[in-house]
């Protein structure tokens, strides 16, 4: 499993749009934003190959400017971590 964070910076006039996109776009979900086009959003994918094409589609929406990750975890077996350490 991988989950990662980042800014996606869209033009200001295209946000919601944007948001549209975006909320189709399977594992991607939206935090927050800011009144100059900055979108936070969460990705999460079940490999780390696919996180990067999530990536690259988010990059090719005409009304992104850019994409800059802020955080990336990859987990190799996720139910592991339920688990208690002893």
Known sequence: MNISSAIVYAKSTQEQILRAHLSQMEGVEIHASTDDGKLIVTIESDSDRTA???YEAIERIDSVLSVAMIFQ???SNPDQELLKCK
């Open 52 to 54: 990067v094409d999530t």
């Open 73 to 75: 975890q990859t987990e």
